[in-house]
């Protein structure tokens, strides 16, 4: 990107000092970049062989960014549930990791075994004084907690996917959302 200088020499060939993104990526103009004759009409704003630089009008008119409207019309049903079903496994690992510590924190606080006296005192004590008890073990709270990431799980992706057909069918009759994309200023 070669670009034109103003009396100021507000440019430098090849980058915008300053800018991000443009030319070598340091921010600093170096003496190759800019015309000997640029040094003429403005020598007090050089140090050294890096120079600093205004940056002219038309750079400010770029930095403004470029706006355009689109309107969403579909959404593909497959690419949305394979989405929700990789976003479900990992909300479901999430909830095993949350049951897996709380259940270790409870537990060290002495909650669990304190919980399990009681209802041992409070329930039936004809099938070996264990009754509701049983549920609060380790590997019964993790099958439960997997259990009902699996069925989120899959709910999730049954849904979306038919939300997904849903919006497919609506922009057929309404002609879809229309969105304003713009660049970053």
Request: include cysteine.
């Amino acid at each position: 990107m070669t670009t034109g200088s103003g009396e100021s020499g507000g440019y430098v060939a090849g980058s915008l000092v300053g800018e991000p993104g443009y030319g070598s990526g340091d921010g600093v103009a170096h003496s190759a970049s800019i015309p000997a004759s640029a040094e003429s009409r403005n020598p007090g704003t050089y140090v050294g062989s890096a120079r600093a630089m205004t940056v002219g009008t038309a750079a400010i008119a770029r930095r403004r960014g470029r706006r355009a409207r689109l309107t969403l019309r579909r959404i593909d049903p497959w690419s949305t549930l394979k989405f929700s079903l990789v976003y479900g496994l990992v909300g479901m690992v999430v909830l095993i990791v949350a049951v897996v510590v709380l259940y270790g924190v409870v537990d060290a606080m002495g909650v669990i075994s304190s919980l399990r006296t009681f209802l041992s005192d409070v329930s039936d004590t004809s099938n070996g004084g264990q009754g509701l008890a049983v549920w609060l073990s380790f590997g019964r709270v993790m099958l439960i907690a997997l259990v009902v990431g699996l069925v989120n799980v899959v709910l999730l992706a049954a849904f979306a996917t038919l939300t997904a057909f849903i919006y497919n069918v609506c922009t057929d009759i309404v002609g879809g959302v229309e969105v304003t994309l713009s660049e970053r200023e």
